[in-house]
């Protein structure tokens, strides 16, 4: 079984940034996809960025060059930095894992979801 803890999300104004982790509880993480998805109220869970096994990474157009993906496979992590946030950054940011097949950017493809943190841009 595998557990995705996320970090805390927060409250920040528009251009801020905020720095999202997410420990796995797995003995091979280095072989899982890791994603990260938003969901905003009454929207359906969007594709925010993702990371291959081989370290390829990918992002939605919404947020290419203002966020960042990475991980660390030594501390079984994967971070999502958001910078130059904007109000419609608002939502609620899942973590998730997949570890067969290669990255997709559809949520029904990964089978491992964090509970979930609150990032709210004001304006």
């Known amino acids: 079984q595998v557990q995705l803890v996320e970090s805390e999300g927060g409250l920040v104004q528009a251009g801020d940034s905020l720095r999202l982790s997410c420990a796995a509880s797995v003995r091979t993480f280095s072989s899982y996809v890791m994603g990260w998805f938003r969901q905003a109220p009454g929207k359906e869970r969007e594709f925010v960025a993702a990371?291959?096994?081989?370290?390829?990474?990918y992002y939605a157009d919404s947020v290419k060059g203002r966020f960042t993906i990475s991980r660390d496979n030594a501390k079984n992590t994967v971070y999502l930095q958001m910078n130059s946030l904007k109000p419609e950054d608002t939502a609620v940011y899942y973590c998730a894992a997949k570890l067969f097949g290669g990255v997709e950017f559809t949520a029904e493809a990964y089978v491992y979801w964090g509970q979930g943190t609150q990032v709210t841009v004001s304006s």
């Open positions: 990371v291959s096994w081989s370290d390829k990474t």
